[in-house]
């Protein structure tokens, strides 16, 4: 593909990449294990790779501007490759406020190879830097932060890592490449779960990795290959597919956040709404620095925890569900949903407690948002 076209123009059409000379307008799903050794196709093995995944790869490759993009089963597949980068005695400077789902791999699984993990909030560069040793091999971060919102300084950060030899990998699931590039502003790997903006209609798992540098392509080559975890052809055809209208989705999402962000700050029963658009964030500037904007999901805490039970309760139009970034808005519960595994004490000092409640702001019409949670606030 002309990486010179506009963004909405990649993303509304698919790269043929499988070396046949059909060329479908809609990539076809190689929905096979296995490739004839006729010498005629690169293909062999649908582990190793597949047309399919292919064409999903480059398509993110180009969005991203990297040299090299791959594709897993899930987002947490995804996270386990770059941890797979590492070896013991290694040091990894990462976000305090990750996935909870990342937090339980790190403490559970990699915390246990000889992998030090150094919690940080990276808001603070002095705390970044005051981290980083000759044993830093990573700096892994998301921004904005799940479920906080939190921004991160992706330029900075990762200066910071490179004068430490250390790499940046930045989890830009929210904001996805349409908001946000990351390799643009000095990263060496993007992270997605697919799963949620990219995929955009809660209809099956995936996870990408986007890498500027070629010795990290190649070993990240080596651990899709060899840890089996590579998406299968029919899913990555469902995240092409569900790309094809993500720039159109995502201004919905951000124009409807906008409106619900206003309307919970000026209703009695919310504590504080936390969403990087709003004017009054504290990461207002710096997002507007680093990114085209700023997204649909948003964070809020009720005044007491019963307020934000009884609107979980209560709400009919948005599910009461995890995950993210598809059509329908969801509502999640942080505290016992996303982030269960992350320790209390770090929770409470987060801002993760029981009054807390996230939104995935869909793309239904913004006053059937807003009416759903007025009544459910009332109730």
């Known amino acids: 593909m002309d990486n010179n076209l506009h963004i909405e123009t990649l993303l509304a059409n698919t790269p043929s990449v499988d070396g046949s000379g059909i060329a479908p307008v809609t990539g076809a799903i190689y929905q096979t294990s296995s490739f004839i050794n006729n010498g005629k196709t690169p293909y062999s093995y649908t582990r190793c790779d597949n047309p399919t995944r292919s064409a999903l790869e480059e398509k993110m490759r180009v969005l991203d501007g990297g040299v090299r993009a791959f594709a897993f089963a899930s987002g947490l597949a995804a996270v386990t490759a770059c941890f797979s980068l590492l070896q013991s005695g290694d040091e990894v400077v990462i976000s305090n406020d990750i996935y909870g789902g990342t937090y339980r791999l790190l403490e559970q699984i990699f915390g246990h190879f000889g992998i030090r993990f150094l919690l940080t909030d990276m808001s603070s560069l002095a705390e970044v830097e005051a981290n980083l040793s000759e044993r830093t091999k990573m700096v892994y971060f998301e921004t904005p932060t799940n479920p906080m919102l939190r921004v991160a300084d992706i330029r900075r950060i990762a200066a910071l890592a490179k004068r430490a030899g250390a790499i940046t990998v930045v989890d830009n699931t929210f904001l996805t490449p349409y908001f946000q590039r990351p390799l643009a502003l000095g990263a060496d790997i993007a992270l997605y779960s697919a799963t949620k903006f990219l995929c955009g209609h809660h209809d099956t798992s995936a ?111 948005i599910k009461f569900a995890e995950s993210l970034g598809g059509t329908e808005s969801l509502i999640t519960y942080p505290l016992t949903q996303t982030h269960a595994s992350t320790p209390a004490p770090l929770r409470e000092k987060l801002g993760i407690t029981d009054r807390l409640v996230r939104l995935s702001v869909g793309i239904e019409q913004e006053n059937d948002i807003i009416g759903d949670l007025f009544v459910a606030l009332r109730a």
């Open 207 to 317: 996870g990408l990795l986007v890498t500027s540098d070629v010795s990290l392509a190649d070993r990240l080559a080596l651990i899709s290959r060899t840890e089996g975890a590579a998406l299968s052809p029919f899913d990555a055809f469902l995240i092409q597919r569900g790309m094809k209208t993500l720039a159109l989705r995502m201004e919905k999402h951000q124009q409807n956040a906008r409106a619900v962000a206003a309307f919970l700050k000026d209703h009695p029963s919310v504590a504080e709404v936390f969403w990087p658009g709003d004017e009054d964030s504290p990461d207002y500037a710096l997002s507007c620095s680093q990114s085209t904007g700023f997204g649909g999901m948003l964070s809020f805490a009720l005044k007491t925890r019963e307020q934000a039970l009884s609107l979980l309760e209560n709400v009919k139009l």
